[in-house]
Nanobody, 119 residues
Framework: QVQLVESGGGLVQPGGSLLLSCAAS????????MGWYRQAPGKQRELVAE???????QYADSVKGRFTISRDNAKNTMYLQMNSLKPEDTAAYYC?????????????WGQGTQVTVSS
């Protein structure tokens, strides 16, 4: 059984910062690409940022220059440093990871963490 658990969400004022974490645990042989997605009420889930096992990153245009994705492969953990937050960043943030669970390779989702940017 593999689990992804996000943490670090909360309420922050515009211009503020938050650090999200996503920890993978369970029967993990290896983790390939990992990514952060977000979904605002009434909108489709969208990719925010992704990172390969080798550290190559990609960002949505809306967060470039403000968000930084990183990972600690030794800890099976991914991070999203969010700076200069805007009200339009308000959403539930989900982590996703492509994981070899010793039987197959498949994608896993976390349960989500809420980020609210408001004064």
């Amino acid at each position: 059984q593999v689990q992804l658990v996000e943490s670090g969400g909360g309420l922050v004022q515009p211009g503020g910062s938050l650090l999200l974490s996503c920890a993978a645990s369970g029967s993990i042989f290896s983790i390939y690409a990992m990514g952060w997605y977000r979904q605002a009420p009434g909108k489709q889930r969208e990719l925010v940022a992704e990172i390969t096992s080798g550290g190559r990153t990609q960002y949505a245009d809306s967060v470039k220059g403000r968000f930084t994705i990183s990972r600690d492969n030794a800890k099976n953990t991914m991070y999203l440093q969010m700076n200069s937050l805007k009200p339009e960043d308000t959403a539930a943030y989900y982590c996703n990871a492509e994981i070899n669970n010793r039987i197959t390779i498949r994608g896993y989702w976390g349960q989500g963490t809420q980020v609210t940017v408001s004064s």
